[in-house]
T-cell receptor
């Protein structure tokens, strides 16, 4: 199935450090999105990157896409305690829908 | 104003019962979704509606029946609840159908079947 898989499953860093999480997928995509989920909440959209794009920025977030390796990465710079959450990538699939991975659980220690 | 709302937030019920979860979006979006998130946080799409029409129906038991009375509402009815139905159910919406649009998620409904 066309499912994004995030890596690592869990990541713990000190406040102020950068956090990098990766997403790998199996078949060609048109779009890839990253979402954040705080504990007990719904998912919140962060960034959409299209297959013809290699990099996008939004504030402290930087997303890269390497279609040759079928992978994407999300970099959060100068992390804050409020960035503690689970981060999901969503890759599109036949049927014009998204498949989500199981997420990376990020803990930022103050 | 809440963009995508779900009721109830928590639902505890016994096996064999029938229950419903309601979802409403006030964003004027055409497309709505139901997702199931299991205890390992895996998020799986169940259904998608576009302008009240069912467009995605993943392999879910037919005990689950979505209903969209209008494009702002998508409800989920579950018959004969089983232990394995325990999960968090999320409603989401997007402006239009397709993966180039971001999805807006509701706060989730935690269903516990005992």
């Amino acid at each position: 199935s066309q499912q994004g898989e995030e890596d690592p499953q869990a990541l713990s860093i000190q406040e102020g450090e950068n956090a990098t999480m990766n997403c790998s997928y199996k078949t060609s995509i048109n779009n890839l999105q990253w979402y954040r989920q705080n504990s007990g909440r719904g998912l919140v959209h962060l960034i959409l990157i299209r297959s013809n794009e290699r990099e996008k920025h939004s504030g402290r977030l930087r997303v890269t896409l390497d279609t040759s390796k079928k992978s994407s990465s999300l970099l959060i710079t100068a992390s804050r305690a409020a960035d503690t959450a689970s981060y999901f990538c969503a890759t599109d699939a036949p049927g014009n829908q998204f498949y989500f991975g199981t997420g990376t659980s990020l803990t930022v220690i103050p | 104003d809440t963009a995508v709302s779900q009721t109830p937030k928590y639902l505890v019920t016994q096996m064999g019962n029938d229950k419903s979860i309601k979802c409403e979006q006030n964003l004027g979006h055409d497309t709505m979704y139901w997702y199931k998130q299991d205890s390992k946080k895996f998020l799986k799409i169940m259904f998608s509606y576009n302008n009240k029409e069912l467009i995605i129906n993943e392999t879910v038991p037919n005990r689950f029946s979505p209903k969209s009375p209008d494009k702002a509402h998508l409800n989920l009815h579950i018959n004969s609840l089983e232990l394995g139905d325990s999960a968090v159910y999320f409603c989401a919406s997007s402006p239009m159908r397709g993966t180039s649009y971001e999805q807006y998620f509701g706060p989730g409904t935690r269903l516990t079947v005992t």
